[in-house]
Every structure is written in C-alpha cells, then in structure tokens.
C-alpha cells in the first residue's frame, strides 16, 4: 500500500518591535536592507502567530495556506523563495540519507492563526514568515540555527527574520551581494534583561496607510534625509543601542528608542509625496510619554512606532505603577486593559488634551513584556487526516 502518512509539525512565533528602524532596501529582490536594526521581541502569551505546517503524499499540489481559516495566496515572489530555500535544505538532506521520506516533493498544507487581530498593524508579517519558516523547518527535521533560519525568513519579510530569536535581536545589514550576511543575531537573551514591559496603544485607524514595503522605496528613491541617516546616523545608534541592552541602561535605551523613531518618521515625511503615519492619537501619546517622564524627573518610557499609527511604550517592570498611572484614567475602559494586576487608582500626570485625544483615539490596550523566541508546540492547527482546524 502507498505511504500516505501525514507528516505535521507546529510552532508559534513572537511579534517583534524595532527600536533601531529597518527602513530601505538595498536590494529588493533579496530584501536586503540599507541599515542595520534592533528589536525587542514581545512575549508570545499576548502576540503570536501559531502555525502548523504539514505535507503528505495524499495532499494535491498545489501548496496551500490557510490564515485564520481563509486562504492565502503562497505564490508571491516572497513566499515563493522561502518554500524554495526550506525544500532545498531538506533535499540536501535527502540526499544524503536515501533512508529519509522525500518530503522535499510533497505538497504542503499550511495554517496559521494569529491571538490579535491581524488587520490591527501590529507586526504580523513578522510573526507570520518567522513561524512559516520555523514550522516547515522543523517538518523537515532541518539542523540549521535560527540565524541561518533567518536568512530564509528575511526573503519572506525583512523585519521577519528578527522573530526567530527571542530577547534582544539585531539585524545585520551585511556587505556580501548574495544577502548571506543579512541575517539575525542575538545581543541579549530575555533572561538578561527581563523586566522590558511594552504597552501597546491600538489607534483606530480609518484606512489602511501605505505599506512599509512601498513606503521604504520611495522613501530610498526621493528622501536626502534618508541618505544620513543610514550612512551616518543608525551605525552610531546601534552601538549606543547594543551597548545600552548589555549594560541594561534604561534611560540611554528609551532616550536612543524615541530619537530613532522620530528619525524615521523625519525620513517618512522627507519622501515625495510624504509619507504619514502618525496621526493626532499617536502625537498624544508621545506626550503623555513625555509628560510621565516630566513627572518622574527621569526617563522612565519611552515610545515607539512603526508604519501606522499604534504606539508601542517601553518600561521597566520596577516604574509600572509610575507609567501606567498616566494612562489609567484614558486607559481603564479600553479592551485588553483587564489583564494587568495594577492596583493604581489615583490619576497621572496626562494633561486634559492629551487624555481626550488618547480616549477618543485607542481602540485597544495590550499590556505585554519582552519574550522568547519561536517555541514548537504539539497542538495543531490540521489534524491527523490533513483537515484544518477551525480555529
Ligand atoms: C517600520 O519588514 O514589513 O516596522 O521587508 O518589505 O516586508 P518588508 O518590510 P517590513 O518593514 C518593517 C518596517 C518597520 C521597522 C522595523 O520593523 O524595523
């Protein structure tokens, strides 16, 4: 009788927010990046993406891909190079081992569900190419490390290739044509500096902005600014950054972290035409950020955002109650507010304009903190005759 044995494996992967910008590619084909960056990996109890992946001799071609039970296309170019990179991997193995099942050929059945909404702007091309490449890396029984797993993930989605590794994780940018040295590397475990807490203001946004894939090319193609930036500026804060994580220097970090996401959306608003992604909800939230700081006399959060409006606040566990006290009066209604053990009551610092628009504007609160990296799991999302899950 034929082998139609359904071959499953499953992973989740973690949301990562930069605070160094990747922000330009130097080749878009291979998604290589003009500068390097670095990012906080958030906790995957709030964020992650869950996928299975799955191949079996009784499947059809072609592969298929099910996004919280819709399908998705898998025949985009970046989809396209991951598969290719991921069963090349796996024939070199089979290869040399004939005794091993030719997974390489068979098709693939993938699902993945994502614990936030994913239309919300919250990174989950990220989560999503990491936890593809993690789960179909571990079908295949593949032996490569998460950095030379990032190397795939990269071509799915740049800012995708940090997600394979939890903590604190930079992107090099590399030098070599080929991209090999455009991959992820860890400059600090959770372990090391595991007080990171993130608030994430979700702003209601009317439409979607433009994509950070197209926003970053006309930024390359027209923005002076960005020339600096990625010669001079980034380098400089990524040392300062590094070394501010390995010295666990909150003040230096929050002070480099703010800086470069206000150098990023300078370059964003020098592109032709400008590019907006910060919206009235966001400038709020930078100073209610401000204003906390005033308060306490020192740097205590610090804000960041990516291409949308949604501010991500970092924080020391030990100033909770000092940050969190500026947003509870805006904050205490919102979805999501519920899961933190807080118990301030007395109001903060924000000042009635500032909390208005902070009211108007949030949709959602996710308290959450740094985290690991891709974790395997044996709960899966299609079962053992290759049906999906309905999740
Ligand atoms: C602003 O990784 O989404 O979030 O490589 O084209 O898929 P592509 O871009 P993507 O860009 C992320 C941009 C950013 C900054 C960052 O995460 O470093």
Redesign the pocket.
């Known amino acids: 009788m034929a082998d139609l044995k359904i071959y499953r494996a499953s992973t989740t992967a973690p949301v ?3 605070v ?4 330009g ?1 130097r080749d878009p084909a291979l ?1 290589l990046p003009t500068n390097s ?1 670095l ?1 906080v990996t958030l906790s995957q109890s709030d964020l992650r993406t869950h996928t299975t992946a799955s191949c079996s001799p009784a499947f059809d071609h072609p592969d298929t891909l099910l996004l919280n039970n819709a399908p998705q296309s898998l025949s985009t170019p ?1 989809s396209l190079a991951c598969l290719r990179s991921l069963r090349a991997l796996r024939s070199g193995l089979e290869d040399a081992d004939p005794s091993l099942p030719k997974l390489s050929t068979l098709p693939l059945r993938l699902a993945s569900a994502n614990n936030f909404p994913t239309a919300a702007g919250l ?1 989950s ?2 989560a999503g190419f990491a936890a593809l490449v993690r789960a179909i890396a571990d079908l295949y029984a593949l032996r490569q490390s998460p950095t030379e797993l990032s190397l795939i993930a990269r071509q ?5 290739c ?1 997600s394979l590794l939890g903590g604190y994780v930079a992107w090099d940018h590399g030098t070599r044509a080929d991209g090999l040295d455009s991959r992820a590397r860890l400059v600090a475990p959770k372990a090391h500096w595991p007080d990171m807490r993130a608030l994430i203001l979700v702003v209601s946004a009317a439409k979607k902005g433009v ?3 197209a926003g ?1 090319q006309t930024t390359v193609q027209t923005s002076s600014l960005f020339q600096t930036r990625a010669k001079e500026v980034v380098p400089k804060r990524m040392a300062e950054m590094e070394h501010a994580i390995l010295s666990k220097d909150f003040e230096t970090f929050a002070k480099v972290t703010m800086r470069e996401s206000n150098s ?1 959306h300078a370059t964003c608003l020098d592109t032709d035409p400008p590019i907006f992604y910060l919206n009235d909800v966001s400038r709020a939230a930078i100073k209610a950020v401000e204003e906390t700081n005033d308060k306490a006399g020192r740097t205590i959060a610090a804000y960041t955002f ?2 949308g409006p949604n501010a991500v606040i970092y924080y020391q566990k030990a100033d909770e109650d000092a940050v969190l006290k500026t947003f509870l009066p805006i904050l205490r209604q919102k979805e999501g507010w519920g899961e933190t053990d807080t118990k301030i009551d007395d109001p903060g610092p924000a000042s009635p304009q500032v909390v208005e628009a902070l009211e108007a504007g949030v949709s959602r609160v996710i308290l959450t903190s740094v985290g690991e990296g891709p974790i395997s799991v044996q709960e899966h999302l299609i079962d053992d005759e290759g049906k999906p899950v309905i999740t």
Do not use: H, L, Q, V
Request: proline share 0%.
């Open positions: 990562n927010i930069a160094i910008k990747y922000w590619k998604n960056s990012s970046r990174a091309s990220a799915g989605s740049g800012s995708a940090r994509s950070s894939t970053m990023f990516d291409a």
